[in-house]
């Protein structure tokens, strides 16, 4: 029989909450998603020790979509069991995030961005999760095909409802963004958080999109930060058996890891050794580093991971020297 979880008394102390945008809430600038290792085939307790390690460091926000597992549905179900087991005496201090958005069911109501589709997906999510309502609800990306005042309508319906009290956008480009914002804004339901990926192997984000977002006062959390582990040590002396890519996940493919990106990843390691950093750390606080992204949104398969990077925002300053280095490195000037 397992014990009565008690979180740690000191969880906060150590952690930095940024606020999102203009909106009233703070995130912990590092966040867990529970995209992997939280499905139906995963160790149930080790998706628990992961979120128990998190709550305890500091880390208040947990983000899920209808889909996640496999198989979709599952890492809800599975988050909704450790909400149960552990952390319901703490709900008020936790932000739970879930998504609709890509294929969930048969038929056409459970894809995309249909007025039906996101209300049925979260009413899903809800019971899945055993909540009464989540903090954060977003599209999980753009529909080409719904007009996007249905999608942004639906999303405000959501929040009157009370089924969420704020809601976000995930994989919108710069004007997908700066239109759905302003028609949730005249809805009286404004964008709180974006939710783009964003990593020093993807830098697509710094090309207008956290421009729109500083604009329309709208924050944002990077997801795949680590660039899915590449942006570790994780992959330098070849693929070990416990990883994402030897476990086979249909989002990381061994073709990913090439001779070019492998000597970048290499330069970045020995750079973080001079700083004193795991490159992993140092990828994280890079993304924090300007702060126009509120969180950096980690996965995870081992607490030692969330150790390495509640760790990292002990040191996040770079010197411009660094910053140039590391874009050097970026773009292939040097090595
Ligand atoms: N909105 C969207 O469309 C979207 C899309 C993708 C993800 N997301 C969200 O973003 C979250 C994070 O995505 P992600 O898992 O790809 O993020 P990530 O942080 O880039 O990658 C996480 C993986 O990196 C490895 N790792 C983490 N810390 C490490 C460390 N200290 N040392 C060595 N390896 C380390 C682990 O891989 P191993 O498993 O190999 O140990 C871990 O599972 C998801 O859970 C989800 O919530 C959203």
Redesign the pocket.
């Known amino acids: 029989m397992s014990t009565i979880y008690a979180a740690k008394h000191t969880r906060n102390d150590d952690m930095l909450y940024n606020r999102s945008g203009k909106s009233g809430l703070k995130l912990s600038a590092i966040?867990?998603?529970?995209?992997?290792?939280f499905g139906g085939g995963d160790s149930y307790e080790n998706g628990r020790s992961l979120v128990r390690y998190a709550f305890d460091s500091g880390i208040t926000h947990f983000?899920?979509?209808n889909n996640?597992g496999p198989p979709p549905g599952s890492a809800e179900e599975t988050f909704g069991k450790i909400l149960q087991d552990d952390l319901r005496h703490y709900r008020d201090e936790i932000i739970i995030?879930s998504?609709a958005?890509?294929t969930m069911w048969q038929g056409p109501y459970g894809d995309w961005g249909s007025k039906k589709y996101l209300v049925s997906s979260l009413d899903q999510s809800l019971s899945r999760m055993k909540l009464d309502y989540v903090d954060i609800y977003?599209h999980?990306?753009p529909d080409p095909d719904t007009p996007l005042e249905e999608t942004m309508s639906a999303l405000d319906l959501i929040v009157r409802q009370g089924k969420a009290l704020y809601v976000g956008l995930?994989?919108y480009n710069v004007e997908q963004t700066r239109a759905a914002s302003e028609i949730l804004r005249k809805l009286g339901t404004p964008c709180i958080i974006h939710?783009?990926?964003y990593?020093m192997l993807d830098r697509k984000p710094e090309y207008g999109l956290l421009d729109v977002l500083e604009e329309e006062g709208i924050g944002s959390?990077a997801?795949?930060?680590?660039?899915?582990?590449?942006?570790?040590?994780?992959y330098l002396h070849g693929i070990?058996d416990?990883?994402?890519?030897?476990?086979k996940?249909p989002?990381?493919h061994p073709e990913e890891l090439t001779g070019e990106v492998m000597n970048k990843v290499q330069a970045l390691q020995n750079l973080a050794a001079q700083r004193g950093q795991?490159?992993?750390?140092m990828?994280?606080v890079w993304v924090l580093r300007n702060n126009r992204v509120t969180s950096?949104?980690?996965?995870?398969?081992?607490v030692?991971?969330?150790?390495?990077?509640v760790l990292s925002l002990n040191n996040r300053a770079f010197t411009a020297e660094e910053l140039v280095r590391i874009d050097r490195i970026l773009t292939g000037e040097s090595q």
């Open positions: 966040s867990l998603g529970l995209w992997h290792n983000d899920l979509a996640y995030s998504k958005g890509y977003y999980h990306r995930s994989n939710q783009p990926r990593s959390i997801y795949s930060p680590l660039s899915k582990g590449i942006l570790t040590d994780r070990p416990d990883s994402r890519v030897a476990k996940s989002f990381l795991k490159l992993s750390q990828a994280l950096a949104l980690i996965g995870a398969s081992k030692s991971q969330i150790e390495d990077a």
